[in-house]
């Protein structure tokens, strides 16, 4: 039976709301000796030996959490004239490492030494911090972060003591509706502050530590977790006075698309903001993530050194495409499912593949709980694709339906039979095939005016009416308003992509905008979102460009080169 207080206990639950200077407490397990800031004991115990705050690393026993003085971290300032300048925020004890100022280790299993600052993350020894200036500079990341001093309440208005303390939510990060207060950001000049949305159910448990890592590295206002805010609204309305900013995504492919949604609803461009969207992997396929180079998934790298690598990403452009459907509806003829979205980001799909999707769909909303990590869910995937290659439920598809691109017939008759037609806009799809294929000789391209002025020409020609060997030297790109059109035999097919057996898939087309007729029911997905469909019209066109960011390259090579070079 636990000791804690019951207010402490209800405190532990991020929903509750608290003020600035409240901590936020969690139970934990510490893996190395730690001590109590309060009575300055060691912390003793199987289990979770006692509490510590999330945004601040305050540390506790249990019996002790009732005497913590309020001393957490600040989130805003109450006016705007207070002072710009902010002094460190040290937590002593629990810090183990080097000192960043004499670089010699800190002894933090002696007891309560060491001071920690919780907004640069800098180590220091408690002799050392007197040579240290008091002024904090935010560390390797001030770009990314919103200094207290930054965020101030547009709106003072006096309201009853219960709604003031439902003002204040640093834990949900909210610009709270109804509360009568909303913030003003001023941003320091220069910088890009980060406003990161986590989506806790993508990942299995890496949403929910993740989030906590990045409420305690960034501002906590900075930080929404996309369950308890109900959208990525709330954020984007709390950073309406940013004109520069950078979005995370912590998430998978559905979350990006649901964030890249909303932003079309904020409608940037009228006022005036300008918004760049890097991706932190959570999901199964993360088919976007790996096209621009943010990895397949999240392996635990440091927070601090991804942070940095977002400030050297490259800015691209990724092309948006509507898709509408319309049916005939009949009254002997099976309702479909509900379309997920009329926007896909990554690739729309008919077949064999969406069938497997579909299956893995249901038996997830089945049994919850056999879904729990990424692993599970590849495993999942292969079992369903291993039976879809007998059972072949989407035989001869070719037949069934008609395809026309920039207003040109595709001839899928001739060629070998399909079970699968995938549109594509991106070069990922299944979680890292890129059935399009590599160009020989393609890998360099000439990014020259002259080039493209040539290809628009081109443009003008349907490159439908062309045989898949004329796409040989057909490059595909993420931004040149341009989509390309691939078949697939089977199951298999596309396991041999993958894998490398084979080059790509059957190269059909690459145009600017696609019609589709089913004449019977067909599994479909969007972005990894499955249904099942009734016949229908597809009209496929390009909507918008959003801008992404690019990871820089991965240097692991060159520095192995340059160790045998030395």
């Known amino acids: 039976m636990t000791t804690i207080p019951l207010l402490v206990l209800l405190g532990l639950d991020t929903n509750v709301i608290k003020d600035d ?3 936020v407490w969690r139970l934990k397990h510490f893996n190395k000796p730690a001590y109590c800031n309060l009575c300055l004991n060691m912390l003793v115990g199987f289990g979770k030996q006692g509490l510590t705050c999330t945004f601040c690393k305050y540390t506790v026993h249990e019996r002790c959490v009732q005497r913590a003085p309020a001393s957490c971290i600040g989130t805003y300032v109450k006016s705007k004239k207070t002072s710009q300048s902010m002094n460190h925020h040290w937590i002593e004890g629990n810090c183990p490492g080097k000192c960043d100022k004499c670089k010699k280790s ?10 920690h600052c919780c907004w640069c993350q800098i180590t220091l020894h408690n002799k050392c911090a007197s040579h240290v200036k008091p002024e904090c500079t935010f560390g390797d990341i001030r770009d990314h972060i919103l200094p207290p001093t930054t965020i101030c309440p547009a709106v003072l208005e006096r309201q009853p003591t219960v709604v003031n303390k439902r003002q204040l939510n640093r834990t949900d990060s909210a610009m709270l509706e109804g509360s009568g207060l909303q913030f003003q950001i001023t941003p320091n000049p220069g910088t890009h502050p980060l406003l990161v949305f986590i989506n806790p159910k993508s990942g299995g448990k890496q949403g929910t530590r993740i989030l906590r890592k990045f409420q305690y590295l960034l501002n906590p206002r ?3 977790n996309l369950a308890k805010t109900g959208g990525p609204m ?3 309305q709390f950073y309406k006075d940013v004109p520069v900013f950078r979005v995370l995504c912590a998430g998978g492919d559905g979350t990006i698309g649901w964030v890249l949604e909303t932003m ?23 088919d976007l993530s790996r096209c621009l180079r943010w990895g397949g998934g999240y392996e635990g ?13 490259t800015p691209v452009q990724l092309d948006r495409w509507n898709i509408e459907f319309s049916t005939n509806e009949r009254e002997d003829e099976e309702k479909g499912d509900p379309i997920p979205s009329n926007i896909f980001n ?6 064999v593949d969406a069938s497997i999707a579909h299956r893995f769909h249901m038996m997830r909303e089945k049994h919850p709980e056999k879904f729990s990590s990424r692993m599970k869910n590849k495993l999942w995937y292969f079992e369903f694709g291993t039976s879809e290659t007998f059972s072949a439920t989407c035989k001869n598809l070719h037949d069934k339906i008609d395809i026309m691109c920039d207003g040109v017939s595709l001839d899928l008759a001739s060629g070998p039979s399909l079970e699968c037609i995938a549109i594509l806009n991106i070069p990922s799809i299944y979680g890292g095939s890129n059935l399009w294929g590599d160009n020989p000789g393609g890998r ?10 040539k290809r628009e020409k081109e443009r003008d020609f349907s490159s439908n009416s062309m045989s898949s060997s004329d796409f040989n030297f057909t490059i595909q790109e993420i931004g040149d308003k341009q989509i390309e059109v691939v078949g697939l035999e089977n199951a298999f097919h596309a396991a041999q992509v993958r894998t490398g057996l084979r080059a790509s898939g059957r190269r059909l087309a690459q145009c600017s905008s696609v019609t589709i007729r089913t004449r019977q029911r067909f599994p479909m997905q969007i972005d990894g979102e499955p249904w099942m469909q009734p016949p229908c019209t597809i009209h496929v066109t390009h909507k918008n460009q959003v801008t992404m960011l690019m990871a820089p390259p991965n240097n692991n090579k060159l520095k192995l080169f340059n160790l045998f070079k030395k």
């Open 106 to 115: 800190i002894k933090s299993y002696n007891g309560v030494t060491g001071l």
């Open 234 to 236: 709330t954020g984007f």
């Open 444 to 453: 360099k391209r000439s990014k020259s005016s002259k080039s493209q002025k």
């Open 222 to 224: 900075q930080v929404f």
């Open 21 to 23: 200077g409240n901590h």
């Open 264 to 286: 079309d609803k904020m409608n940037f461009q009228q006022s005036g903001q300008e918004a760049q969207v890097a991706i932190l992997p959570l999901g199964t396929g993360n």
């Open 346 to 351: 990554n690739y729309f799909s008919i077949g």
């Open 301 to 313: 790298e440091n927070l601090i050194k991804f942070l940095q690598k977002i400030e050297r990403a």
